[in-house]
């Protein structure tokens, strides 16, 4: 039986995000019951979104308007958001969903106990109010599979860090992370796909090629999506101080998303995250941080499953088949 998933999106900075809503569409694996997107300007997330869902000939799928402002700090939007997606005049006319993304979660959970699996992509901002709104839907949820969170950091074979220590997803909104993590959803429901194995999986050279070469509306629309993305990403990578010598077409949220139904491309472990503010020296800046949420196993009893070892090859040649398909 198909997976019935809601994926939680902050859809349009990164191109993965729309990758992901892209796939979701070719696996006949999943019945896509929703799209909720999160932090920033999440109308035009949404409209996004709703696009995506068209060019793929899925227009009924729902989109829904989630929680735009963190529920601690301000969400940053970088202007590019829905280049090459979004037609001038798609930015006011795209409908979607009037219901607010964390009633449409409860809602959903409540009214089927035990099938509703939810992906993030973004800050968990939407599942956090969910949470705290209707606390029942912790012990109802099917599982939730949370792209975020770094473990240990990923090394370039120079051995240079490539990995941020703070991860962006949970930095976004820290204190949803924290309220998502303590609330108490039991460990094997609870699955973390972090950048140790996200970092690890490009989209390889022969499978971009095939996707170039197909004229599947789904995969000229990925296309398009990478052909404005490297000045984009230049942008963002500047932002925030991360070198730009080794950037790689990273397939983060679909290899997330594909954990909510097939296991078969990342090794899960049983381990215990917790998290922690602690002092953090930023170069960059010259400054010491003391506000950044860090994600650290402990040798306690575990609290989730987490994503530490991924067959990377493998799924670039499943995603770019998915794809074309
Ligand atoms: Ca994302």
Redesign the pocket.
Known sequence: MAERIILD???G??Y??AFAVLFATKCPEIKLEGVTTVYGDTDLRSKIAAKLLKVAGKPNVPVCKGVGVPLKGNALMFGFEGENILEEDERESIKYSDQPADDFIIEKIMQNPGEISVVT??AVSNVAVAMVKEPRIIENIKQLVM?AAVVIPVLDPKSVMRSPREEY?FNNDPVAAEIVMNSGIPKERLVLVPCDVTLRTPLLDQDWERIKKSNDPVAKQVKSIIDVWPPQEFQIYISVGIPTEFTQVWL??PLALTCAFDKRFVKFYPMHIATEYSVTPIPRDMVIATDILRTVPKKKEPNMMVGLQVDAERFSNYFTDKIIS
């Open positions: 999106t902050d859809i900075t990164y993965d995000d992509l973004g792209m997803n983060h949220d």
